[in-house]
């Protein structure tokens, strides 16, 4: 196999080839010289401690090492030549091509592939990168020998008329548990469920789960038909297991499915052969051409490059409340919620949540970005982290022991068999007045295993359309080709696209509305759901307007504003989830008359009426599950609660149209009072009013440079201000009563007390006189908090009260800021004593409260005693 040798990026550009040593013909080896260049450089000569230093050019000759064994057939460079950048320099013939490796060696000549020398840039175990092997990890091959290899499986398969099918175990077309219920069910033909399970095989894995899992027998039930279509889809596709379960688990399954091998043969992949413990990828087995692969699968977030190949089909859940065994090595589903099957039937089991560590591919798909060639060969021949893979174990044998300890199906049947003893203890009244049983018979148990599942044979109806459109396809374009031999790959069409064709028919002039199946933040467009519905050629909409046919219903959340909406208009069919899972296996649209959904008596205003002449406009609101959150209350010890959807929308009994209330003819709204008025005078208003504040600061300024008034609501003087000391609330609370006083007596008789003609005082005046705007009237400034010292001011404002005048203060104490004021000569100790006592009084329960003016009085009289 000829190979072409390029000089490498590691040389010194630009060289010239000064000499080749080697002739074509000639026999080389690796790490032998082939050729010798020259390269130039600079260098810096000269005395470098007197600073007297220059570049002079220097030229330097090297040798160029043959990075291969092999006979050397052309040189397509020469001697002499100048050569700028890397470049093919020579064909070698090598003797081995090393296509083929396996663990590190190459499966034909045997060398070391992982050995690393100066010759080349790259090592060997590069030229076979792609693992392609159902059960080896270890086997990798070219790129060459993969896409040889693929067109001998196409040409294989063409001759055959067939096409390769894909296909998951769990909850695709099996069912396996681990509760011991099962195996007692089975020995125990009294049970109401022996019948459901007495075709269920068993097996015991050698290298199972560790601890209390371990040697646990696993019960696998087939789904319906299984053993029928398997048979007749084999006719037409080649099948191959991929499961996210272990190699031995895989193994012990196919067995049980096809215990002859004919079906799958050794064509069975597991995780441990996967190289990606998240994601499936049909590049594993098919790394060139996906075009003749189809897969069926009961998930298809663990396809995130291949959705264009998938089948979804819809979960077998026959062991009620169990799930994917294997639920652990499988992405957390994020984008739906619990359906109301599930959370009836898990009946308090415990399911761990895995948490998501997605690889390069898988967040490059996430995002709606192809992954790269080079992720994609990583991710699927590489293996992960392996403490990832370790936690991923330990949490699934978590969950088999919570399954072998709880046994959720034993506890379903004990739920049902209280429920059929309370029905057959509960009586009616007879027409005699005595009362007899419900049922003149005992009640017959019933039984948690149903096995009604029919997905099988739509299936089958869908594989053999597509078979038979995909063969029509080929067969068309060889004609066009008119291609004389037995295959043409060239007429090859996409399998994947008849897919699409074949699907977009099923559901087309279909417009629904989802409501409450999708969780908050979740785009509605990529939803699992969403696509699905998309990918069947339904138009997804957002909203309830006239011409939407279907609004599909979560049961968890029968009262949205979209079933409301959608109860108004007749022709919406309001159906649940199961006629949309209905559709997806029919591929068609299926009778909604048995999926419709039972609307609220209060959602439903008026019943099934054509939409008034008011309402016929576009209606909107999208529902509260994708709309913005919920209220939450936080309490002050920082606990949170998420209001209830009742608590949210309030009483949903009540129609939307009653919140706006009735008017009577004549009778106006509130807010319409709101369109005329004038907001520009309010603002003047506003303004005017705020003026007043500076107006009343200047006054008082006005006071402190010359007028020697007292201001009774300040407590100030010109020559100062004394505040009492804060801190007693006694002191605190007689204010606030006089305030009381202030408010109900001075302010609607301004005349009764001429002497408090303070600076708040004569703001609240000025505002009632300017009374004529409702707006002024409405704000008072509110009264300034203590600063320590109003103690000896509220002496003097009570002096005031009781008509003593103080003698006005010398000049000294008016020129000067700070000074004594007018009622020095007060004894302070004897005037708190007083106010202790009118405390005292009023504290009393019988003594009616002393008048302000009686307090004011006998201060001003003791004040004029000590004056």
């Not at 070391?112 to 990798?140: F, G, K, Y």
């Not at 001998?152 to 998951?168: I, P």
């Not at 499988?330 to 099957?341: A, G, H, I, M």
Request: net charge negative; proline share 6%.
């Amino acid at each position: 196999m000829s190979k072409t040798i390029r000089l490498g990026t590691r040389l010194r550009y630009p060289i010239t080839i000064v000499k080749l040593l080697k002739s074509p013909g000639e026999t080389v080896k690796k790490q032998e010289r082939l050729l010798q260049y020259s390269f130039k450089w600079t260098k810096e000569v000269g005395d470098t401690i007197r600073g007297e230093t220059w570049e002079e050019e220097q030229t330097t000759i090297a040798d160029w090492d043959s990075p291969a064994d092999g006979e050397l057939r052309q040189w397509n460079i020469k001697e002499g030549e100048l050569i700028e950048q890397d470049q093919a320099c020579l064909v070698i013939k090598e003797a081995c091509s090393h296509e083929i490796q396996f663990q590190g060696l190459c499966a034909i000549c045997g060398k070391d592939m992982t050995e690393v020398n100066w010759a080349t840039d790259s090592r060997d175990t590069e030229r076979a990168p792609i693992s392609m092997v159902h059960d080896q990890t270890n086997l990798t091959v070219s790129q060459v020998h993969a896409q040889r290899t693929e067109h001998e499986l196409q040409r294989r398969l063409l001759l055959q008329r067939k096409l390769s099918l894909v296909v998951d175990l769990d909850q695709t077309i099996i069912h396996a548990c681990i509760d011991p219920t099962v195996g007692e069910w089975q020995r125990d033909p009294s049970n109401p469920n022996h019948e459901s399970v007495k075709d269920v095989k068993s097996f015991q894995l050698e290298d199972g789960p560790r601890g209390v899992a371990r040697g646990c027998w696993y019960y696998i039930k087939m789904r319906p038909g299984l053993e029928g279509f398997l048979k007749r889809i084999s006719t037409m596709y080649e099948l191959h297991v991929y499961t996210m379960g272990t190699r031995a688990y895989a193994r012990e399954v196919a067995r049980v499915v096809d215990p002859n091998q004919r079906l799958f043969g050794n064509r069975v992949i597991s995780r441990d052969e996967n190289g990606n413990m998240y994601a499936k990828s049909l590049q594993r087995l098919f790394p060139v051409n996906t075009n003749m692969v189809l897969i069926i699968d009961d998930r298809a977030d663990v396809w995130p490059r291949n959705r264009h190949n998938l089948i979804k089909v819809s979960p077998y859940d026959f062991f009620k409340g169990i799930g994917d065994i294997n639920s652990s090595f499988l992405p957390p589903r994020t984008d739906t919620l619990p359906s109301e099957t599930a959370v009836a039937t898990t009946n308090g089991l415990s399911t761990a949540i895995t948490p998501t560590i997605p690889t390069a591919a898988a967040s490059a798909a996430a995002v709606g970005e192809p992954a790269s060639a080079l992720d994609d060969l990583v991710s699927m021949s590489g293996g992960e982290d392996a403490t990832i893979t370790q936690l991923q174990i330990e949490e699934q044998a978590r969950t088999l022991e919570r399954q072998i300890n709880e046994r959720p199906l034993q506890a379903l049947q004990e739920k049902l068999d209280k429920e059929d003893e309370e029905a057959e203890k509960s009586t009616t009244p007879s027409e005699d007045g005595e009362e007899t049983p419900s049922s003149p018979s005992p009640h017959p148990r019933h039984q948690v295993l149903l096995d009604d599942d029919h997905e099988l044979s739509y299936l089958e109806q869908h594989l053999t359309e597509l078979h038979r459109i995909y063969y029509e396809e080929y067969d068309r374009k060889r004609a066009l080709h008119r291609s004389s031999t037995s295959v043409d790959l060239a007429a090859v069409p996409d399998v994947g696209q008849c897919l699409e064709l074949l699907k977009s028919r099923a559901l087309r002039g279909v417009k629904v509305v989802l409501s409450g199946l999708i969780p908050i933040g979740v785009d509605l467009q990529r939803s699992e759901i969403g696509q699905q519905v998309i990918s069947f050629g339904a138009e997804l909409r957002n909203n309830i307007t006239k011409d939407v046919t279907h609004l599909v219903v979560s049961a968890l959340r029968p009262r949205t504003k979209k079933v409301r909406q959608a109860a108004r208009i007749p022709s919406i069919k309001i159906v649940n989830k199961d006629w949309l899972e209905e559709c997806f296996s029919q591929w068609a649209i299926a009778d909604e008359e048995p999926y419709l959904f039972e609307v609220h008596p209060d959602d439903r205003p008026g019943g099934r009426t054509a939409l008034a002449e008011g309402e016929r406009e576009r209606l909107s609101d999208a529902d509260e599950d994708e709309g913005p959150p919920r209220l939450r209350l936080v309490s002050a010890s920082g606990d949170t609660r998420e209001l209830d959807e009742d608590e949210d929308e309030g009483d949903e009994s009540e129609s939307e149209d009653d919140l706006i209330p009735d008017f009577e003819d004549g009778e106006t709204s509130p807010i319409d009072g709101l369109k005329s008025f004038n907001w520009n005078s309010a603002d003047e208003e506003l303004n005017e009013f705020l003026a007043g504040d500076s107006d009343d600061s200047d006054d008082v300024m006005d006071s402190e440079d010359g007028d020697e008034e007292l201001t009774a609501g300040t407590g100030t003087s010109s020559g100062g201000s004394r505040k009492r000391k804060l801190g007693d609330d006694d002191d605190d609370e007689e204010e606030e009563e006089d305030a009381e006083t202030e408010e109900d007596g001075v302010l609607d008789e301004p005349s009764s007390r001429p002497e408090q003609e303070n600076g708040s005082a004569k703001r609240l005046k000025r505002t009632t006189s300017r009374g004529k705007s409702s707006l002024r009237n409405q704000f008072i400034l509110p009264t300034p908090l203590g600063t320590g010292d109003e103690e000896e001011d509220a002496a003097a404002s009570k002096a005031l009260e009781g008509g003593l005048h103080p003698p006005p203060p010398a000049a000294s104490q008016t020129s000067s800021v700070g000074g004594d004021s007018a009622f020095d000569d007060i004894d302070e100790a004897e005037l708190e004593a007083d106010f202790m006592a009118e405390f005292a009084a009023a504290d009393a329960p019988a003594p009616a409260p002393v008048p302000a003016t009686s307090v004011g009085k006998e201060v001003g009289g003791e004040s004029r005693e000590k004056g």
